[in-house]
Structures are given as structure tokens and as C-alpha cells.
């Protein structure tokens, strides 16, 4: 069954029809035709119908669509239908032929030519260059052909007018390796005659038309010539027709094909010799025939390359046989037009035959031998004229219309052949079904002793007068009680039938009347000896072809020459027969059947009547009962299943049945279709394309879930390969970050391993630079490090100098950053006034004063001692000393021997102040805010600070007593003088040799020496 079209489009195989009615198949084929639709099947038959105009369906990507493709997975087309063929005979080794018949202008050639095209662009995908020479020359073969065997007829202005069968051959691997062409029973009578309104082949005009002037001249003809035998004038333009363009085509074909150029030349002679003949007019002097026109005698002498008095005596003489003697006969004027047109005729369709023979030449499988290559396999495609039924039919029309006759009657018993055999390969019941049998009519003009064939052949081969009339009295003697024969003595009462003229046959195309005139002639065919020995006698280098024309053993003039005629004749007419019936029997036949939509060549006309009646004689109808009568479809069991199994649970997505036909047939069970199947050996038959539909649609419905599934499942999968791809990208992440930490690690055990050991316990060493993710913990192993390093230094400490690295660290904690030089590196003495070096006069004094002090204040060290600068009560500013013992904060006068003025518990301060800058200034803070604002003084080396180690000092007594002690760092200071609030700045002046307060508004300023 068709897929992928709508049935708007109407049903894509006439089996699908819900009844089989001619109403029914013309109501789709007409839908089918108007919607654009030209290809519609009836099983794997295609019904073809002329489109009258240029489709879009034929070009590359179509050929892609359907290329390997199955008949039913495609809408229909005629490329389905080669591709098909092409695959039966791939798959199975099996010559396969497409025969396409339909009556003259159906479309027959147009579609050999597209099926010839089809199986060129599928096959040789490795560009062999023989076998791309091979399809060049079948494909340009075509052109040729149709310009000397197509004419314009009444009904078609490219009518084949003559049969063609054209076989195909295929290496093992499928790809062309050559071909050959049978053409059969050319429509000869057609060169000196045709009917108003039709044209001689194509190939005349085409030379008046195409030809250069040069040529024509040397050919003696004009362009516009008074041509009797091609009604010139009236006939050379047609619209649709460029004879012009077509001339040049046609010769670039031929030597694309390896026609030489004097081949071509003979041909376009041949062609002017006709010409000519047709115009050579007899007259009578007394009872002697004359030549009117002699003019003309020279020459055709001159083109058939022979002598003049060889053409007259050719063309008014014959040599007969009497007896032992040959004599030469003077013909009448009559025998002589007679011998005239035989000559004309017979020179034309020997050329025909030459161009197929030659083409044939070239095209033909050349070195190929089975035994290397494998068997050889062919495709044919056979394009007959069609059946024809003209205002005057005569012998053509009869033989052209039997030859269709027999192909019908071979294509409903082949189908109907092919359909029982399936029946019975599978196994299944067969019930007989009725079809239109026309073996009658067959039998009417085969027969033996009684058939029309044979009763003109008898006619042809008595001796004497024998005429048509008694031609036509055999037959209504012989064929009088026939239902499908009548003539106007059987009927006398039919008008239409003329007396002793007509017959009619009632083929199953219609009813035809031929006019007997003629037929006699025309069988017996005669061309006397005399032209065949002129034509044979002439020197063979002028003339390259025409020595092939006749065969010696033809112009012998002993032989009885209606013999030879008929017997040559006769044979070609059965030849066509005979051939087209053994084609389609032993190879695997495939057809399309052509019907013509109207008789105007309209592409929008669709003319009920006419297509009824061809859809009626080419037994469509018939064709879809056959196929209906036993099942409307088949597949087999793998196939089917690959299409339907997700319709069911069973089968989807595998079954675990014995075999593929038991799981076809649970999933049909379990649709409830069982009564409508039979189970083959290999196939299911389906026999209601409801069914079928319903198929289709529960597929339809599920395939839309598989593709939900399958999205789901491969978004899945894609989920979890990007899941395992980001796990794995993880893993070594964290494989390098171990890697990484590890290799730090180790590397800092490496450096520090033996720091114990080292003088300066590892200072010195360099970190290695840390992974990122172990920055933190560096700052962590080096404050570690700097710790121990630290303790193993601490822990060799006296108690003094113990005490003096506790004041250090707590001055940097607290200044570090905020005050310049803290005098870290010098070692802090604190007790400054004993110190020989700062107060070298005064020590030992002051170390009395101290003393007495410790007795009468029981302190337990002293932790600071300076000369200082001090503000008094009255603003104004006087040498002094401070002492500062763990329990007191001593005020003292040097002027004095250091006497103590004031002491101030230690308790009492609350905190320091200090300025940020280099100065020496500090305030003790104190609870009763009677702060005390000095500057330190008097060290040496003079530029000494050591605000940094009284702070640190302080601040790490206060710290053992775990008291708080607040620093301050300031500018202005802001303290209290006696409960008053007052602020101290720090100012550089440039004249200032020594630090000194000076009073200002709000407090104090301490001018330092600027610079
Ligand atoms: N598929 C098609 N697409 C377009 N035009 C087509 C097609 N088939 C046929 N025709 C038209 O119809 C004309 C007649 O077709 P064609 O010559 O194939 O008829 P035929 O059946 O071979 O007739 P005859 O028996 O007289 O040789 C073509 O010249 C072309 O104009
Ligand atoms: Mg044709």
C-alpha cells in the first residue's frame, strides 16, 4: 500500500476501493488526475495517465526518494515500478521486463524513456566509464530513434511508429553493461502516404528544416520543396515540433553514438533519394513508359552513387523468370508508381533498420563472460505503438491492433497466472474468479487455416489476380458465424461498413473497421528484384550503408520474389508476437498501463467517456477484482512484522515466539483480524483493505509513542554518557588533586625534614608553591612552622629575656603597622635610668632612690625607666623621670636626685596613647583623669624610640596580670588634665632643636625639630 499521500489524494491503489465499481475506479482516477496525481496502482500494476504537461516528479532528489525503496513505501510512480524490476532482478538473478501499453498517446515512450532514465541514475555508483558509456548510448539512442520512427499521427505529435523492445543487460553487480534494441513492424506505408493532418517521420523535416544550405544544395533539394510525399508545405510548422533544433540534436546523437560522418551523410542521401523518388512521375509514349521528369533520374543517380541508365531501367523494367529464360518486362505506369513507392519504402525502413542495427553495434555487451562475470541479467522495456482507430485503418492499424490485442490478453493471464501460483507456492485456497477473456478475438486473426492471418496469406500465395475483394470474400466465408467479425454482407443493414471494402472486428478496445484495400499488396510487401540489384550493384565506398540493406541471397532473380516478400513480412508481424509473449513469460513482467485523458492534449481536460472506455479495455477493472478476489495484500512475515509489530505486546519490540509467522499471527489474533488473513508459507494475505487501513493506523498511532520512547530513551542515554563523561572527568580531577596535595605534601616533608637540625630551624628554606586548594592550609603549615620556630627559639630564653620577647610581641600586636620603628632589634633594657650608657652622672643616684623605693613600695621589678619632657599643672613644661614598677608609675625630678614626686598605682592607668609618627610623646591614661602627658628624653643614641618597647612592656605586664591596658594610637591625642579635656599635637618646627610642649587653645602641642 502507497503511504505518505493523503487521501484527499484519493486512494493510491485502486485495491484500497471500498467497492469495485467503474463509478468508484473513475471517481479516483479523475480525483487522482486533477489533484495532480498521474501514477496510481492496482497491486504492482501502474496506472498511468498522460499529464499533458511538464511534472516536477522526475528529477534527482524523486530518484533519491525511491531508490531501494518498496513498491508500497512511496507514493506511486513509475521510478517504484523500476525499481522494483531493477531489484527482482538484483535480488534474484532473474531477467525482469516492464511492458507498457495504452492506446497512441498515452505516454507509453515518455515513461520508457523515464524508467530508462530511473535506471540510469541508480546504477554505477563507481562512475565505471564503460558502463557510463553504456547508459550514454541507450539514453542518446532514444533521440534517434524517435527521429526516424515517430511521426506526428492525429493523435499524438510524437507517435512511435514502430514497436521497440529494448533489453537491458546487468553484470553480477547490478550496473548496465549494454543493451540491444528489437524494433518491429515499422509503419513503412507511412513514407509515401499519410492522412490529413499527419506527417511523414520526423526525420524528413527535420533534414528540410535543420539542414545547412550547403547540404541541401548537394542534396538538390530546397528548404520549402514541392515534396509529394511529405505534403510539405502544409506540414512543416508545428509549434510543438522544432524540427530545426531537433536536426542538429539528432546528428550530435548520432556521432555521440560513432556514426561516422559518411554514415551520416548516406543517411541524409537515403533521405533526398526518397524525397525525390516521390516525385518522379511516369508518363506513356504509345505503349512505352516514360520518365517525365528525367532531370530527377540524374540525380538519384547521383546520390545512390550508381549509374543513370541502372536507375531508369530500374525503376520502368523488371526481370521475370520464365521458364529457363529471364526476360525483361516493361512495367505499366501503374506498376511502375507501384515499383516506385516499394523502392521508396523499402529504402526508408532498411535505414531504420541500418540505425537500430548500428546503435545495436555499439551498444552490445562486449567481452563478457559468464564464467568470470557471473550471470548476466537483462531488464527489458517494451514500448509498442498503442491501439489505434483512425477514419481509414488499414493492414498497420490491423497488425498494430492485433499486436495489442495479444499483449492484453498475455497481461490478465499473467497476472491472473502469477496471482494462482503465489496462491499455491503459499498454500492457500484458490477459488477460479471470471475475467474478460479475449482469446476469441486473438484466435480470430491467429488461427490456423480459418484466423484473418491466414486467409490473406493464401490469399498472397495463389497465383494469379488475386484482389482485395477476394481477400475480403475469404474472410466472410470463413469467419462468418464469428461474434466479433462482420462486414456489410454479413450486415447489410450497417451503413457504416462499405461493401466489398470493409470489415469489421469488435477487439476489446472497440470496434474497428479496416478498409481491405491494400492488404494484399501490403502483406505481400513486393520490391522487385531489380531494385534491390541496383541498390546491391553499386560501388560500396560512397555509400557506406546501403551494401548492408539487402542481403546477397535477396536480389537473386530466380527466386520467386512474393515469396520471399511474404515469407519476410510475415515473420516480422509474428516476430513481434512471438517475442513480446516470450518476454513476458519467461522473464518476470512489470506494467504500466497508460491512459490518455482526452483527445485535445489538454492537462486539465479529463474526458469521462474516453477514459471509461480505455480503463474498460485495458481491464483495469478487471485487474483490481483479480487482485481483490484473493487478497487485497500480502507481505511477508518478517516484513510485516517490521512494520506492525508495535501494535502489539507480543511482538513488541522482539518476540520470543517459534517463528516470525506464529508472532504475525498472535499480533493479528489480538487485533481481532484473524477471519480476514490466511497464513502462507511465507507471506500473511490480507483481504479487506479495511484491514489493512486499520493496520496502518494503529501503526500510525504507536509509531507516534516509539518516537516519544526512542526520544525519551536516547535523551537518556545521552543524559548518562554526559553524567559518566562528567564522573570521569571528576575521578581524575580528584585523582590530580590528590596527586597534587600528595606531591606537595611530600615535597614540603622533603624540604623540611631535617629543619631540627638546621641553624635557623628552616627560615631560610623556600615553600613550594601550593596546589590552589592548599593556599589556606600553607598559611596554616607556616604559622605552624613560624610557632615552633619560635618556641624552639622561646624555649632557650632566660626568664628576663623571656619577659622581654613577651613585651616585644605584644608592642608589634599592638603597633605593627600603625608606628614606625618599634626597636625590635635592639634588646630592650627598660630600666633606662640605671643604664650607664643613657644616664652615665645619674645612675648610680638613681639606683639609690630606686632601691629605697622597692623597700618602702615592696615592687617586684621595674619595668620602665626615661628621662621624660612634662607639661605641669601650670602649662608649663620641665625635665622629670618616670619609673614604672609592676605596681607604680613614678614621677620623678632629676634636678633633684631623681626624688620621687608623685606616684600613681599602676591600677590606676587605664591606657596609652601615642602618636602615629615618630615622636616620643605618650599619655598615660588614668581613672581619676589626671592624665600625664610626657615625651621621652635623653636617650643615646639620641634618635632612639622606644615608645614601642614602654607599650609593649606594659602591655605585657598588664597581660600577666590579666588586666586590660588600652592603646591608643592618635593624632591629636586626645586626655584630660585634671578633669579637663584637652588634646595633644604633634607639630614638626623647623627651628626646633629639642621636643617641648607649648601651650595651645585646646591643649598641647609638641614641637619636634622639622626638617
Ligand atoms: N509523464 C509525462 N509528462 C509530461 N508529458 C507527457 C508524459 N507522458 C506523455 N506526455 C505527453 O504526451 C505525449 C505523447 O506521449 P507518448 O509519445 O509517450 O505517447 P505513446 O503512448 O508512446 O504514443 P504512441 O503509441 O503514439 O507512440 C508526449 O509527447 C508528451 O507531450
Ligand atoms: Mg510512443
Redesign the pocket.
Known amino acids: 500500500m502507497a503511504e505518505h499521500e493523503s487521501l484527499e489524494f484519493g486512494k493510491a491503489d485502486f485495491v484500497l476501493l471500498d467497492n469495485v465499481s467503474m463509478e468508484e475506479f473513475m471517481a479516483n482516477l479523475k480525483l487522482r488526475f486533477e489533484k495532480g496525481r ?1 501514477y496510481t496502482y492496482i497491486g504492482e500494476v501502474v496506472v498511468s495517465v ?6 516536477n516528479i522526475y528529477g534527482r532528489d524523486v530518484i533519491e526518494q525511491y531508490k531501494g525503496r518498496e513498491l508500497y513505501e512511496r507514493p506511486p510512480h513509475l521510478f517504484a515500478i523500476a525499481d522494483a524490476a531493477y531489484k527482482a532482478m538484483k535480488r534474484r538473478n532473474k531477467d525482469t521486463c516492464i511492458v507498457i501499453s ?1 492506446e ?8 520508457s524513456k523515464y524508467i530508462m532514465q530511473y535506471i540510469a541514475a541508480i546504477t554505477n555508483p563507481n562512475q565505471r566509464a564503460e558502463v557510463e558509456r553504456v547508459k550514454n548510448m541507450l539514453l542518446k539512442s532514444n533521440c534517434v530513434l524517435e527521429a526516424f520512427g515517430n511521426a506526428k ?1 492525429n ?6 511508429r514502430f514497436g521497440k523492445y529494448m533489453d537491458i543487460n546487468f553484470d553480477f553487480k547490478g550496473d548496465p553493461i549494454g543493451g540491444h534494441i528489437n524494433n518491429y513492424l515499422l509503419e513503412k506505408s507511412r513514407v509515401i502516404f499519410q492522412q490529413e493532418g499527419e506527417r511523414s517521420f520526423h526525420s524528413f523535416y527535420q533534414l528540410l528544416r535543420g539542414a545547412p544550405d550547403s547540404l541541401l544544395r548537394s542534396l538538390h533539394i530546397q528548404k520549402d520543396p514541392k515534396a509529394i510525399y511529405i505534403h510539405c508545405n502544409s506540414h512543416m510548422n508545428f509549434s510543438c515540433i522544432n524540427d530545426g533544433a531537433d536536426f542538429k540534436a539528432v546528428a550530435d546523437a548520432m556521432k555521440v553514438i560513432g556514426f561516422t560522418g559518411d554514415e551520416i551523410q548516406t543517411v541524409y542521401k537515403i533521405l533526398a533519394t526518397i524525397l525525390h523518388l516521390g516525385n518522379l512521375t511516369f508518363g506513356v509514349d504509345g505503349d512505352v513508359t516514360l520518365i517525365e521528369n528525367t532531370k530527377l533520374v540524374s540525380v538519384l543517380r547521383e546520390l545512390l552513387s550508381t549509374k543513370e541508365e541502372n536507375v531508369e531501367k530500374a525503376l520502368l523494367y523488371r526481370t521475370v523468370a520464365t521458364g529457363r529464360d529471364v526476360i525483361e518486362k516493361q512495367h505499366t505506369t501503374q506498376e511502375a508508381n507501384y515499383g516506385r513507392d516499394a523502392l521508396a519504402k523499402a529504402m526508408y525502413e532498411r535505414l531504420f533498420c541500418w540505425i537500430v542495427s548500428r546503435i545495436n553495434d555499439v551498444i552490445e555487451v562486449r567481452n563478457y563472460d559468464a564464467k568470470i562475470h557471473g550471470k548476466n541479467t537483462v531488464i527489458g522495456v517494451l ?1 509498442i ?2 491501439f489505434e482507430i483512425f477514419q481509414n485503418n488499414s493492414f498497420e492499424q490491423f497488425c498494430i491492433n492485433y499486436c495489442n490485442e495479444k499483449l492484453q490478453q498475455l497481461f490478465i493471464q499473467l497476472v491472473l497466472k502469477q496471482e494462482q501460483e503465489e496462491y499455491q507456492r503459499e498454500g492457500i485456497p484458490w477459488k477460479h474468479i471470471d475475467y474478460f477473456n479475449n482469446q476469441i478475438i486473438v484466435d480470430l486473426v491467429e488461427q490456423q487455416h480459418k484466423g484473418i492471418f491466414a486467409v490473406l496469406d493464401e490469399a498472397c500465395m495463389n497465383v494469379g489476380k488475386v484482389t482485395d475483394e477476394v481477400f475480403l470474400q475469404g474472410l466472410n466465408t470463413k469467419l462468418a458465424k464469428h461474434a466479433h467479425y462482420t462486414s456489410r454482407k454479413l450486415s447489410p443493414t450497417d451503413k457504416s461498413l462499405e461493401f466489398d471494402r470493409d470489415f469489421r472486428i469488435r477487439h476489446y478496445a472497440g470496434d474497428v473497421v479496416y478498409s481491405v484495400v491494400g492488404f494484399i499488396d501490403k502483406n505481400k510487401d513486393t520490391l522487385f528484384q531489380d531494385f534491390k540489384r541496383l541498390l546491391y550493384n553499386r560501388p560500396t565506398s560512397q555509400l557506406p550503408c546501403i551494401c548492408y540493406f539487402w542481403c546477397p541471397g535477396e536480389y537473386t532473380p530466380v527466386v520467386e520474389e512474393h515469396i520471399v516478400a511474404v515469407y519476410h513480412h510475415y515473420s516480422r508481424k509474428h516476430w513481434l508476437v512471438y517475442k513480446s509473449t516470450l518476454c513476458c513469460s519467461v522473464q518476470e513482467p512489470y506494467y504500466v498501463r ?1 491512459v490518455k485523458p482526452n483527445d485535445v492534449k489538454s492537462p486539465l481536460l479529463f474526458e469521462h467517456e474516453r477514459c471509461r472506455h480505455q480503463v474498460e479495455y485495458l481491464g483495469l477493472l478487471e485487474n483490481v477484482r483479480v487482485r481483490r478476489a484473493g487478497f487485497a495484500n500480502r507481505q511477508t512475515y518478517p516484513r510485516f512484522l517490521q512494520r506492525y509489530k508495535m501494535i502489539s505486546e507480543f511482538t513488541w519490540p522482539n518476540h520470543d515466539l517459534p517463528s516470525d509467522k506464529e508472532a504475525v499471527k498472535r499480533l493479528l489474533q489480538g487485533c481481532g483480524f484473524d477471519h480476514d488473513v490466511a497464513y502462507g508459507k511465507t507471506k500473511v494475505f490480507i483481504r479487506t483493505p479495511r484491514t489493512l487501513f486499520s493496520l496502518e493506523e494503529q501503526r500510525a498511532e504507536m509509531v507516534k509513542r516509539i518516537v516519544l520512547f526512542l526520544q525519551k530513551v536516547w535523551r537518556g542515554t545521552i543524559a548518562r554518557m554526559r553524567y559518566r563523561r562528567m564522573r570521569a572527568a571528576l575521578t581524575i580531577l580528584q585523582a590530580y588533586r590528590r596527586y597534587k596535595v600528595k606531591s606537595y605534601i611530600r615535597e614540603v616533608n622533603r624540604r623540611f625534614k631535617n629543619v631540627r637540625s638546621m641553624k635557623d630551624h628552616g627560615r631560610h628554606v623556600k615553600w613550594p608553591t601550593p596546589p590552589k586548594v592548599l593556599r589556606r592550609f600553607e598559611e596554616a603549615l607556616k604559622s605552624i612552622h613560624s610557632r615552633w620556630w619560635a618556641w624552639t627559639l622561646i624555649k632557650g630564653l632566660s626568664p628576663e629575656e623571656t619577659l622581654q620577647v613577651r613585651a616585644k610581641v605584644a608592642s608589634l600586636e599592638a603597633l605593627k603597622g600603625q608606628r614606625a620603628d618599634l626597636g625590635l632589634q635592639r634588646a630592650w633594657e627598660g630600666n633606662y635610668l640605671v643604664s650607664r650608657r643613657d644616664s652615665p652622672d645619674t645612675a648610680a643616684s638613681f639606683t639609690l632612690v630606686s632601691s629605697d623605693l622597692q623597700r618602702k613600695d615592696k615592687f617586684m621589678r621595674v619595668l620602665f625607666s626615661c628621662n621624660v619632657r612634662k607639661i605641669n599643672h601650670f602649662h608649663k613644661s620641665e625635665n622629670r623621670a618616670v619609673l614604672i614598677t609592676d605596681r607604680h608609675l613614678y614621677k620623678m625630678d632629676p634636678l633633684k636626685q631623681y626624688k620621687p614626686m608623685k606616684s600613681i598605682p599602676l591600677y590606676n592607668v587605664t591606657g596609652l596613647s601615642v602618636s602615629p609618627g615618630k615622636d616620643q610623646l605618650v599619655v598615660f591614661h588614668t581613672k581619676d583623669s589626671r592624665d600625664l602627658v610626657v615625651c621621652l628624653q635623653g636617650m643615646v643614641p639620641a634618635n632612639e624610640s622606644r615608645i614601642g618597647e614602654l607599650v609593649g612592656t606594659l602591655l605585657s605586664h598588664f597581660k600577666s596580670e590579666k588586666r586590660k591596658l588600652q592603646v591608643n594610637i592618635a593624632s591629636p591625642i586626645q586626655c584630660s588634665m585634671n578633669g579637663r579635656k584637652c588634646t595633644v599635637i604633634v607639630e614638626p618646627k623647623i627651628n626646633q632643636s629639642q621636643p617641648d610642649f607649648t601651650k595651645s587653645r585646646s591643649g598641647y602641642i609638641l614641637a619636634v625639630p622639622g626638617n
Not at 493523435?155 to 512511435?160: A, E, F, G, L
Request: charged residues 20%; glycine residues 14%.
Open positions: 498521474i498522460n499529464p499533458y504537461r511538464a511534472m495504452g497512441s498517446g498515452a505516454g507509453k515512450t515518455e515513461a499521427t493523435r499524438n505529435d510524437n507517435s512511435s514500448d505503438y498503442g497508460c
